[in-house]
């Protein structure tokens, strides 16, 4: 995925799935990923790394168990590692992910509808 | 810097300076660094690490060797580890990086007006 431009906006164009990240492009072993949403994931954690959220377009919520993060298209959050998490959206939202490359989308909750088992590369234009 | 929103324009609003990275967050050992710059950066090359630029507001050419790339708000481009490369914005441009904590900006270079010694956390609001 090196050596090329990725134009976000036509990126989100070549998906309509949610909870189904795309990468679309790695920095040595870390990915970047996007992805759709709508509704509520699973609380789940990462044990073993950090996760950021860039929203690109709409609003989600980040809940944890004690409070809630807003973010809009323009803000970003990282999660820590280890702290269990679920993530909210009223209307679609477009988010943009950094983190280790074989991250699961769920963590460590095994969820039959959500668990990406393949996230597959962005086709280029 | 986990645990709190980041909107990048209130960010990029927290200083004027050109090349002189902030740091807005960070991934585990990588780091998000937002940057704005105008004119032409100095020839350089990162051998141990790929770097990503997300540009935010404005335009910019990274220029290799052989062809020149350009990114406009909303595209992001993975320059790979080991090629040399030098960034060009007409007018000032707002980007953010993302790479491992300890990247020099200048890589292999050393450059007395550009070579940021110091990338200070952004200050949260």
């Given at each position: 995925m090196k050596g090329r431009v990725v134009n976000l906006d036509q990126a989100f164009g070549q998906f309509t799935e949610h909870w189904r990240p795309r990468i679309a492009g790695a920095v040595n072993d870390y990915v970047v990923k996007i992805v759709k949403f709508q509704g509520e994931f699973v609380w789940h954690k990462h044990d073993d790394t950090d996760e950021l959220f860039l929203v690109h377009k709409g609003r989600m919520i980040i809940r944890f168990r004690d409070r809630d993060v807003h973010l809009s298209a323009g803000e970003l959050f990282i999660i820590p590692r280890g702290v269990e998490h679920i993530t909210i959206a009223e209307e679609e939202c477009e988010a943009l992910l950094f983190e280790?490359?074989?991250?699961?989308?769920?963590g460590d909750v095994e969820d039959a509808?959500?668990?990406?088992?393949v996230e597959p590369d962005l086709v280029g234009p």
């Open positions: 280790p490359g074989g991250t699961r989308n769920t509808d959500k668990t990406a088992t």
